[in-house]
């Protein structure tokens, strides 16, 4: 059953909320408690607080997450196996669940394509960065931290590490040029062009710019410390 409190809006906005069950790196990931309650919990908050949202969906291949994402206030789209694995893309999940909604929903204009590893995401910026989307009439786009810092890379070859820059001519960063970082947070894209693209990121791209402690993404166990020790200080997430 689809929630049918929608919000009015001008833009008929939907989010979409990719959580498989399986990760390689953390043991579902996506249900790992984060300051008491569930990893997806905090993105499906976020977009449920959103003004620019219309309504809120999770696409998973995992019947606990689907059952949680109800209890919190979502809507849910199962996902197929076949498209669940560590190599699937997220481009192919939200093929399958704009399709799904497409069937239940009409007229839909852009898609928030929700990244739920990145649980510090206040909706104030959702909501800004969705304002930004339709002003500036933009097809797409991504979410960033800018920064003008230079990285010092490596690369091996063989017993050889060969760096990324010139070793007598090391760039001071008053003289490096903004770079904007892509956070993967969450992305924005039209809808019907994107059913076309079947790529997050094309046409007229955008970025909404973020704080370096707004981009902080779960990938490691090293991470959940990380995260749980700054929800427990940013008090409006």
């Known amino acids: ?39 997806i919990y905090w993105s499906i908050k976020s977009c449920l607080k959103s003004k620019k949202i219309q309504s809120v969906w999770v696409s ?3 019947r606990k997450i689907l059952s949680l994402s109800k209890k919190y206030g979502a809507n849910t789209v199962t996902r197929p196996k076949t498209i669940s694995g560590s190599l699937s ?17 009409r007229d839909i204009d852009a898609v928030v394509g929700i ?5 510090i995401r206040p909706s104030k910026l959702i909501d800004h960065a969705i304002n930004k989307f339709y002003k500036k009439k933009f097809d797409s786009l991504f979410t960033s931290q ?16 060969i760096a990324n820059y010139s070793l007598n001519k ?26 076309k693209k079947k790529c997050r990121l094309f046409g007229k791209i955008g970025t909404y710019e973020m704080s370096k402690i707004y981009s902080f ?5 090293e991470d959940l410390k990380i995260i749980n020790s700054l929800q427990k200080d940013l008090k409006h997430i």
Not at 94 to 100: D, E, N, R, S
């Open 60 to 62: 998973s291949d995992s």
């Open 89 to 105: 893309t997220s481009e192919s999940a939200w093929i399958h669940a704009l399709k799904y909604i497409n069937s239940k929903i």
């Open 146 to 161: 800018k920064t003008n810092h230079h990285p010092f890379l490596w690369t091996k070859r063989g017993d050889k590490f």
């Open 1 to 39: 059953m689809v929630n049918t409190l929608f919000k009015k809006n001008k833009e008929q906005t939907i989010a979409i909320i990719l959580a498989r069950g399986g990760s390689k790196g953390i043991k579902n990931k996506n249900i790992i408690k984060i300051n008491g309650r569930p990893l």
């Open 170 to 195: 090391r760039p001071m960063r008053q003289q490096i040029k903004n770079k904007y970082f892509e956070n993967g947070s969450f992305y924005i894209f039209n809808a019907s062009k994107f059913l």
């Open 217 to 221: 993404q779960i990938d490691g166990k």
């Open 115 to 119: 990244q739920p590893t990145s649980p």
